[in-house]
C-alpha cells in the first residue's frame, strides 16, 4: 500500500470516529487540510495534530477522542450550541481554564445529550472555550446536582 494510499484511508478512519462520536460532519470540521496523523509504533492512528497543536488524541482502550484545545475549538465553531458543551459560571473560568476540574455546582447549563463518560467542550458564557474534558454526569445532572465534579478536566485553554 503506497503512503497516499495510507494516508488517505486513515483520513477517513478518523473522520468516521469523529462523525459517529460527535454526530454527522464533525470530522470534516475537527480535520482541516493539513493535518497530520501521528502513528504509533504498531502503526495505529495515535494523535491528530495541526501544526504544533494536538486536535486529538485516539484512547487504546476503546477508539474514541479526547479532544485537544485546537480540536474543542474546531467542533465548537462547528457544531451549534448547545452540542457537547458545558457553560461554567464566569467566576470560576480562570480556574477551569488552568485546568481545574468543572463542579456540578458551577454549571450554568449543559447540553442535555451529555452522557457520563462522553468528550465536552467547556465553555465560558460568551461561548467561548476554556477547557475540554471527560463528562462524569449527564448533561442534566450537571445541572440538578449542587456537588461533585461534573466534568474531570483534561486539557485547559491557557
Known amino acids: 500500500m503506497s503512503t497516499s494510499a495510507s494516508r488517505d484511508s486513515a483520513e477517513r478512519q478518523v473522520r468516521a470516529i ?39 488524541t485516539v484512547r487504546a482502550q476503546d477508539g474514541r477522542f479526547t479532544l485537544g484545545i485546537m480540536g474543542a475549538r474546531l467542533l465548537a465553531q462547528a457544531l451549534a450550541a448547545p452540542a457537547y458543551r458545558v457553560v461554567i459560571a464566569d467566576e470560576v473560568a480562570d480556574f477551569v481554564a488552568d485546568g481545574k476540574n468543572a463542579f456540578a455546582k458551577h454549571i450554568v447549563t449543559a447540553d442535555t445529550g451529555i452522557r457520563a463518560g462522553d468528550e465536552v467542550i467547556v465553555v465560558s458564557g460568551e461561548d467561548k472555550v476554556i477547557a475540554t474534558g471527560q463528562a462524569l454526569l449527564s448533561g442534566r445532572e450537571m445541572v440538578a446536582f449542587d456537588y461533585g465534579v461534573a466534568v474531570k478536566v483534561r486539557k485547559g485553554g491557557k
Open 18 to 56: 469523529a462523525d459517529f462520536q460527535f454526530g454527522k460532519g464533525a470530522g470534516e470540521a475537527l480535520f482541516p487540510s493539513g493535518c497530520r496523523i501521528v502513528r504509533s509504533k504498531t502503526r495505529r492512528v495515535r494523535q491528530v495534530m495541526l501544526g504544533d497543536e494536538r486536535i486529538v
